[in-house]
């Protein structure tokens, strides 16, 4: 149903750097890139992720109760994936571990303090 998500950012090259290694270990590829958008995802694939400079030329503000889901292939790629966005500056919003019988999540901000979750169902 969900095609894409796009944030925005403050800084668009400091926040490329997160996504770039997020992306990277979840195997996905920018899909392009402008002087005010980053995206990320594959034509076919699931849905994709985007940063951008808001296009109104407003201050970027995070939403209240907005988080954006990342599928992990399992409980280790949910791990280095919270770990990562960690080491990349990222804040820790809960730690990996089992939040029901079959859903497997982390939980971290971004550097502009939008809230993301790496998750595993299984």
């Not at 270990?25 to 994709?48: H, Q, S, V, Y």
Request: aromatic share 10%.
């Amino acid at each position: 149903m969900i095609g894409y998500v796009t944030l925005g950012t403050r800084d668009l090259e400091k926040a490329a750097v997160f996504y770039d290694a997020l992306a990277a270990e979840l195997g996905t590829p920018r899909m392009f890139t402008t002087d005010k958008t980053i995206a990320w995802g594959n034509p076919d694939g699931p849905a994709g992720i985007g940063i951008t400079l808001p296009f109104d030329g407003n201050p970027m503000s995070v939403g209240n109760g907005i988080m954006v889901a990342l599928q992990a292939k399992d409980k280790a790629q949910v791990d280095r994936l919270h770990a990562l966005a960690l080491t990349l500056g990222g804040t820790d919003e809960g730690a990996p571990g089992p939040r029901s019988e079959t859903f497997y999540a982390g939980y971290f901000r971004d550097l502009d303090g939008n809230k993301l979750n790496a998750f595993y169902m299984g």
